[in-house]
C-alpha cells in the first residue's frame, strides 16, 4: 500500500494528495443525490485509485460517506486493521478467499453465485455468527453478477440461508456497463432488469438495507438509478468519469492529486540531437534539455512517449515528453531555456494553475483518466494536505 507522510515539498517526486479537496467532492456528490434521500459509497479499492486507501476512506468518512466500497476483501480487511468501522462492502471474491475474516470484520460480502453462498454461510457457521451479504445481479454487464435465468435460485438459497441465521441479506446490487456514455440505450434496459430482479427479491422475502447501482457516472448524471445509496469511485477523487458528461468543475468537483518532479539535469545540446531510446526525437534546434526523474517504473505511460504533456516552472509553458518515456525517466524539451535543476516540473493537477490534468495525459496515452491515477506506483511518496478539517481553508498549505 502507499500513503507515505512526507513533510518536505523538496523530494525529487511527490504526488501531492489534497484532503480538503476529497472532502468537498464528497460532500459536492452528497448534495447532489440528497433529493433521492441515497447515500454515498465512497469506492477506496486500488489504494484509493492511487490516492493512499487509509486517508482516503478517513477523509471520505470525515465528510460523510456513509459507506466505504472495496473491490477485494484483502482491502476491506486492511481499512479493518487500521481502525476503520461503519458500513464496509467488498465485491470481487475467489474460492478460497478469506471469508471467515470477512464474517469477523461485519464486511458485507457480495455473492453472486452459489458457491459464493456456500462459502459465505460456510464462514458463518464457523465463526457462531450471522455473515451480511449483498446480492450481486447481472443486469447486463456480463462481468461479475448473477444472472436473471439464475436469480430465483440463488435468492431462494439466501433467503434459506438467512432463515437459518447463518446470513443476513443486506443489499441488493448491480453495475452499469455504459453510464458514462450519455443516452446509451443500455442504460434503460439495465434499470428495467434491475428494477424487475430486485422486485422478484423482495417479493420472496429479502428486505435491503440498500439497493444500487450507479457508480460515478449515474450518481452525477441519472437520479432515477440513485435508490438507496450510489457508489462514485473516480468522482470522490475529483475526475469525471467521461469528459462527455462534462468536466470536473461542472459537477463541483476538484481534482485531487497533483504529480510532479523535481528536473534532475538541465543541459544544452546541438540541433539533431537524439533523445531517450530509439531516437524517436531529434531536437530541431540548439535548445536545452531537463530530465525528468519519473518513468513507466512510477506508471508514466509509455504510450504518452512524445505527447505527454508537463509544466515546467511557475507560469511556465506546456512542454511534451520528448521521445520515449523510460523506465525511471523521461525528457522534455525547455526551447533553449535557462531553466535550473530542481525546477518543479508538474505532469498533472487540477488545472486551475496552468498545468495539465490527469485526463490531458489520458489523452495522450489514448486511455482514460481512471488509469492515470491508479497506476501511479508505490516509488512515488504521497504528500497529504489538509489532514484535518480546519486545514481546508488554507489551500495550497502543507500539513505538518
Not at 456513509?66 to 477485494?72: E, K, M, V
Not at 468501522?85 to 464486511?107: H, I, K, S
Not at 526523474?293 to 515528453?321: C, K, M, N, Q, T
Request: with cysteine; proline share 6%; aromatic share 6%.
Amino acid at each position: 500500500m502507499t500513503g507515505n507522510h512526507q513533510n518536505s515539498r523538496h523530494v525529487r517526486a511527490r504526488a501531492e494528495i489534497d484532503l480538503g479537496a476529497l472532502r468537498a467532492n464528497v460532500r459536492a456528490l452528497r448534495a447532489r443525490v440528497a433529493p433521492s434521500g441515497a447515500q454515498v459509497m465512497a469506492v477506496v479499492k486500488s489504494d484509493g485509485y492511487g490516492h493512499g486507501m487509509v486517508p482516503a476512506a478517513r477523509a471520505a468518512r470525515a465528510a460523510g460517506a456513509r459507506w466505504l466500497g472495496t473491490a477485494t476483501p484483502h482491502e476491506a480487511l486492511a481499512l479493518r486493521a487500521a481502525g476503520v468501522d461503519g458500513p464496509l462492502m467488498c465485491w470481487l471474491w475467489t474460492p478460497g478467499d478469506p471469508w471467515d475474516a470477512g464474517v469477523e470484520a461485519d464486511l458485507d460480502m457480495s455473492v453472486s453465485a452459489l458457491w459464493a453462498l456456500r462459502e459465505v454461510t460456510g464462514a458463518a457457521r464457523a465463526a457462531g455468527r450471522t455473515a451480511r451479504v449483498q446480492l450481486k445481479a447481472d443486469t447486463g454487464l456480463g462481468r461479475n453478477g448473477c444472472q436473471p435465468a439464475d436469480w430465483p435460485e440463488l435468492v431462494g438459497a439466501a433467503l434459506a440461508a438467512q432463515e437459518a441465521g447463518e446470513v443476513r441479506v443486506t443489499g441488493l446490487w448491480s453495475h452499469f456497463a455504459c453510464a458514462d456514455e450519455p443516452g446509451h440505450p443500455s442504460i434503460a434496459a439495465q434499470l428495467d432488469v434491475f428494477h424487475e430482479m430486485v422486485a422478484h427479491a423482495e417479493k420472496e422475502g429479502v428486505d435491503p438495507e440498500v439497493r444500487h447501482i450507479a457508480n460515478s457516472a449515474a450518481a452525477l448524471t441519472l437520479p432515477d438509478a440513485h435508490f438507496d445509496l450510489v457508489r462514485p469511485g473516480i468522482a470522490t477523487y475529483g475526475i469525471s468519469p467521461s469528459p462527455e458528461l462534462g468536466r470536473p468543475a461542472d459537477f463541483g468537483l476538484r481534482p485531487v492529486m497533483t504529480l510532479s518532479a523535481s528536473l534532475a539535469l538541465v543541459k544544452q545540446v546541438p540541433e539533431g540531437h537524439g533523445v531517450s531510446y530509439g531516437h524517436t526525437y531529434h531536437t530541431s534546434r540548439e535548445t536545452t534539455l531537463g530530465l525528468v526523474p519519473l518513468g513507466y517504473a512510477d506508471g508514466i505511460p509509455r504510450h504518452a512517449s512524445g505527447r505527454g504533456p508537463v509544466l515546467v516552472g511557475e507560469g511556465g509553458a506546456w512542454r511534451r515528453v520528448a521521445g520515449r518515456v523510460a523506465m525511471d525517466q523521461f525528457v522534455v524539451d525547455l526551447g533553449g531555456e535557462p531553466v535550473a535543476e530542481g525546477t518543479r516540473a508538474v505532469l498533472f493537477g487540477p488545472g486551475d494553475r496552468g498545468e495539465p490534468t490527469a485526463e490531458d495525459w489520458a489523452e495522450a496515452a489514448g486511455t482514460i483518466a481512471y488509469e492515470i491515477v491508479t497506476r501511479i506506483g508505490a516509488r512515488v511518496p504521497r504528500v497529504y494536505l489538509h489532514e484535518d478539517e480546519d486545514e481546508d481553508a488554507g489551500a495550497g498549505q502543507e500539513s505538518a
